[in-house]
């Protein structure tokens, strides 16, 4: 590993984001404060154990050592800093607008603690553009002591994926930096040259990829930086159901969504990923962002009808599992569904947005039985979903059993090398409605329906209202 120069470096809010970000620059050789104002949350860094689920971290955070440390306190964390990172939550409100009263919050405490030797604070949470500019603003009016030009406020958003947050974070596609101070851009970048040179040694577990060279950096103006994040997410979650928009057609047409995905994606004006048709998509990020992208036009007076298309799809698919039960099952009332997967996508805990909540609600709603079960995300769901009325299974095999029909939520790798023929013979009916595309081939007397393709197993439109068993 070539020498780095090492940076004090404070992070504020240590959530799924945080951690990720902290660990990543305490592994480069940076000196890490991690800093939450949740208790338990520090508490349990500081015996080392992680508060959430993200593969690798926990082995990435041994190797860092003593580099990094945590705490509950603005004081001990942010005046030697040289750089401050908000990474707090900015959850959406009814109307679509983020709500930022955690970001100012944060901008107060660290304005608070600031100690006048040139310190930048950099926004990474998903803020609208303008937020940059109001941090800089809450900082100069809450400073004790002001300096002009010893603040620098950049914005540098986050793009890694739970679930691969690790591999994100060591080797991101590009490296945002957005602002207006050019000494501020330029220590971000000093910061982030271990990354941008790719001069770290990769840990054993998460090793380089071979074609992977280095990320591209980006640097622009405040406001551009805040816009690229948005729009990102955006546009990725307008691929998303623009895939689910043909998979609905292609059920209709008698014609596979795989297989035109696999057609349209060879364009490299197009590209493969992120055309996955199914439950639509769901997590912490893209409702927020693309509904707070909206909102922002509202803002001005804009509309925006592709990413308002966009948001309607998905609304519409996350009732495709229900219609599918419907078609076979009739009514729903008095039959037990099996749920396989809660968390949003496989890899994490997180249950934010997850389509599997609305599915359960809706079940329960035209009463059904739900037991549900998730790899990882079930201790998290009984604190988080205790509103739902659902059982929980110990196993995918014990959620089957007795069941009416199964829904596949989440393509857990775990439901991908289930004996799906010995689970679907505990059923009571065998019905699979796979929305994630984990079962191959039709188990005996079972009906796997999936999404934009025909089913597996029986005539795509045989009605099943007796069962097939
Ligand atoms: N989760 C993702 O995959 C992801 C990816 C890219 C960007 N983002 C963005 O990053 C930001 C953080 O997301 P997250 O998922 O990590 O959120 P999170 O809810 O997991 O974590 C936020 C943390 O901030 C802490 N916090 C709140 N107020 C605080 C304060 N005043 N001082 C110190 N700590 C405080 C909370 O206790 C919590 O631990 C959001 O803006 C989000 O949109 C998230």
């Known amino acids: 590993m070539r020498e780095i120069k090492p940076f004090k470096v404070a992070i504020v809010g240590t959530g799924y984001v945080g951690l990720g970000t902290a ?5 480069l050789g940076h000196d890490v404060v991690g800093l939450d104002v949740d208790a338990a949350k520090v ?19 041994q190797q860092a050592g003593e580099r990094l440390r945590w705490t509950t306190d603005y004081a001990e964390a942010i005046p030697e800093a040289d750089a401050i990172f908000i990474c707090v939550g900015t959850p959406p409100q009814a109307d679509g607008r983020p709500d930022l009263k955690y970001v100012a919050e944060a901008a107060r405490c660290i304005a608070r603690n600031l100690n006048g030797k040139v310190q ?33 406020v950049v914005s540098n958003p986050e793009f890694l994926r739970e679930g691969t947050a690790v591999h994100d974070s060591l080797y991101p596609d590009r490296i945002v930096v957005g602002g207006e101070h050019e000494e501020g851009v330029k220590r971000l970048v000093e910061l982030y040259a271990p990354l941008l040179e790719q001069s770290f040694e990769a840990p054993e577990f998460a090793p ?8 591209a950096l980006v640097t622009t ?34 014609a596979d969504i795989e297989e035109v995905v696999r057609g349209i994606g060879c364009d490299a004006r197009i590209g493969p990923r992120f055309l996955a048709a199914g439950a639509g998509w769901g997590g912490s990020c893209f409702g927020k962002d693309t509904a707070a992208l909206i909102s922002t036009g509202a803002d001005y007076g804009y509309d925006m009808p592709i990413l308002q298309a966009a948001v309607t799809v998905n609304t519409r698919q996350r009732h495709v599992a229900i ?14 569904v099996a749920v396989l997967g809660m968390a949003f996508k496989p890899g994490t805990d997180d249950l934010r947005d997850a389509p599997a909540y609305d599915c359960i609600a809706r079940l329960v709603d035209l009463g059904a ?3 549900a079960h998730d790899p990882i995300a079930m201790d998290r769901a009984r604190r988080e979903w205790a509103n739902l009325e659902y059982e929980e299974a110990p196993t995918a095999q014990a959620a089957l059993k007795g069941a009416d029909a199964v829904l596949v939520m989440t393509e857990w790798q775990e439901y991908k090398d289930l004996d799906w023929s010995a689970a679907c013979r505990l059923m009571r009916n ?12 039709a188990p005996a007397a079972t009906v796997v329906e999936r999404v934009g393709r025909p089913s597996l197993g029986a005539p795509q439109d045989t009605t099943l209202a007796e069962g097939v068993a």
């Open 323 to 336: 219609t599918k039960l419907q078609r076979h099952l009739r009514r729903l009332k008095g039959k037990r």
């Open 221 to 254: 103006s405040l406001g551009s930086a805040e816009m690229i994040k948005y729009a990102a997410n955006a546009f990725l979650a307008l691929k998303i159901s623009f895939a689910n928009e043909v998979a609905n057609l292609c059920e209709h047409v008698d």
């Open 120 to 152: 930048v604070v950099v926004n990474k949470s998903t803020v609208p553009v303008g937020t940059g500019d109001w941090v800089a603003r809450l900082i100069e009016d809450n400073a004790l002591e002001y300096h002009a030009n010893r603040y620098f």
């Open 208 to 215: 380089r990829p071979q074609a992977y060279t280095r990320p």
């Open 23 to 27: 660990i990543m620059l305490a592994y």
């Open 43 to 61: 508490d349990m860094l500081r015996r080392g154990q992680l508060p959430i689920y993200e593969p690798g971290l926990a082995e990435l955070m």
């Open 369 to 371: 039985t739900v037991v």
């Open 430 to 441: 065998r019905l699979v409605i796979d929305l994630r595309g984990v079962v191959t081939s």
